[in-house]
């Protein structure tokens, strides 16, 4: 089975703070994926990235940069936490050419005050 | 899929009533579709997914979905629902690039 871990189920900062979301998985796949998710407004995506050291922005960059030094190792970095970044952050991982199923972490529940 | 649209949010049913739960998707090539569950404190899993071939997937947990190219739908069914089905639904699509783009969820409450 395809595990995706995330470094921390909860998680409270303090506004203009750095934080770091970490996501490992253990199934050597190409394609590592951030998501906020919040209510009435479903999964939007952050950042993906396709390969190591490659990146590409999602829906929403705006606030966010990403890490991905490892294969199996995709951090989100909220560079100057505000409020309107308390979330729910997904980490989806996918592998293979035409398996477009992703599998999801436990998700980082973020606030920020 | 360019984007993809769940019209209930909220949905509430007793046990052993029917479920349906709407989704479309608008058109964008590649047509793979999911539906996704998200039970109360759990990680999102995949129900079914539809690649090609016979339009009714069976899923996971008597869950099924049927793919109506000509209406651009693919609603999530199950005939008869358990206590056990409360979560929230995420329907999804292919959106190119490797990425899947989701409808906004619909939240089931099934009561005993």
């Known amino acids: 089975d395809v595990k995706v871990t995330q470094s921390s189920r909860y998680l409270v900062k303090r506004t203009g703070e750095k934080v770091f979301l970490e996501c490992v998985q253990d199934m050597d796949h190409e394609n590592m994926f951030w998501y906020r998710q919040d209510p009435g407004l479903g999964l939007r995506l952050i950042y993906f990235?396709?390969?190591?050291?490659?990146?590409e922005k999602g829906d929403i960059p705006e606030g966010y940069s990403v890490s991905r030094e490892k294969k199996e190792r995709f951090s989100l970095i909220l560079e100057s936490a505000s409020t309107n970044q308390t979330s729910m952050y997904l980490c989806?991982?996918?592998?293979?050419?035409?398996?477009?199923?992703?599998?999801f972490g436990p998700g980082t529940r973020l606030t920020v005050t | 899929a360019q984007s993809v649209s769940q019209h209930n949010h909220h949905v509430i049913l007793s046990e052993a009533a029917s479920l349906e739960l709407g989704c479309n998707y608008s058109y964008g090539g590649t047509v793979n579709l999911f539906w996704y569950v998200q039970y109360p404190g759990q990680h999102l899993q995949l129900l079914l997914k539809?690649?090609?071939?016979?339009?009714l997937v069976k899923g996971i947990k008597g869950f099924e979905a049927e793919f109506i190219k000509s209406k651009f739908s693919f609603n999530l069914r199950k005939p008869s629902v358990q206590w056990s089905d409360t979560a929230e639904y995420f329907c999804?699509?292919?959106?190119?690039?490797?990425?899947?783009?989701f409808g906004t969820g619909t939240r089931l409450l099934v009561s005993p």
């Open positions: 989806a991982s996918l592998g293979g050419r035409r398996a477009y199923e992703q599998y």
């Open positions: 999804a699509g292919y959106g190119g690039f490797q990425k899947l783009v």
């Open positions: 990235s396709y390969d190591v050291k490659m990146k």
């Open positions: 539809y690649f090609s071939g016979d339009p």
